[in-house]
T-cell receptor
Framework: AQRVTQPEKLLSVFKGAPVELKCNYSYSGSPELFWYVQYSRQRLQLLLR??SRESIKGFTADLNKGETSFHLKKPFAQEEDSAMYYCALSGLAAGNKLTFGGGTRVLVKP | EPEVTQTPSHQVTQMGQEVILRCVPI?????FYWYRQILGQKVEFLVS????????KSEIFDDQFSVERPDGSNFTLKIRSTKLEDSAMYFC?????????????FGPGTRLTVT
């Protein structure tokens, strides 16, 4: 069965500091990994996905199949990055449904 | 930019009552999903729907739950006899076709409170 683990429930950093959100997964097959973000009172929205290898809003994430990780990083956090972040996994073996981690709340202090 | 919409935003119902949660997916999407999030817990998959039938359902999606696409636009989740533990945020999502296109677009959610 597939599983996504986000070990940190809360990350509190100062503006301008680096932030890294950890995500580990288990999946038998080729996974598709995503980071979704939920700002206060807004819907879940896709931040980035591993296949596109993009940098969105300064965030990057690299899929490490050896460590089964997909950590999200940003070198200089901004106050507007304060939100709930969810790592999610999908794939053919998963029936294309999304399996979410428990989420990490990021608080960027001024 | 097209968005998934959900109504109502908040539904309060008494235990044992039937509720219908409504979703309007993005118009050219073909795959539809319901997820739920109990307060303080993970977002959990309930059911996926494609080509007018359920393609997968979780253990949570028991006989009390059903989904329907009654017309070309709406996608509904019905809970026949609500229980206290059904209180949660329910999210609808949709995605386009294509094996490589797994991105799902989420609605704003319906908060269901069962009293």
């Amino acid at each position: 069965a597939q599983r996504v683990t986000q070990p940190e429930k809360l990350l509190s950093v100062f503006k301008g500091a680096p932030v890294e959100l950890k995500c580990n997964y288990s999946y038998s097959g080729s996974p598709e990994l995503f980071w979704y973000v939920q700002y206060s009172r807004q819907r879940l929205q896709l931040l980035l996905r591993h296949i596109s290898r993009e940098s969105i809003k300064g965030f990057t994430a690299d899929l490490n199949k050896g460590e089964t990780s997909f950590h999200l990083k940003k070198p200089f956090a901004q106050e507007e990055d304060s939100a709930m972040y969810y790592c999610a996994l999908s794939g053919l073996a998963a029936g294309n449904k999304l399996t979410f981690g428990g989420g990490t709340r990021v608080l960027v202090k001024p | 930019e097209p968005e998934v919409t959900q109504t109502p935003s908040h539904q309060v119902t008494q235990m044992g009552q039937e509720v219908i949660l409504r979703c309007v997916p993005i118009s050219n999407h073909l795959y539809f999903y319901w997820y739920r999030q109990i307060l303080g817990q993970k977002v959990e998959f309930l059911v996926s729907f494609y080509n007018n039938e359920i393609s997968e359902k979780s253990e949570i999606f028991d006989d009390q739950f059903s989904v329907e696409r009654p017309d070309g636009s709406n996608f509904t989740l019905k809970i026949r006899s609500t229980k206290l533990e059904d209180s949660a945020m329910y999210f609808c999502a949709s995605r386009t076709s294509g094996v490589s296109s797994y991105e799902q677009y989420f609605g704003p959610g319906t908060r269901l409170t069962v009293t």
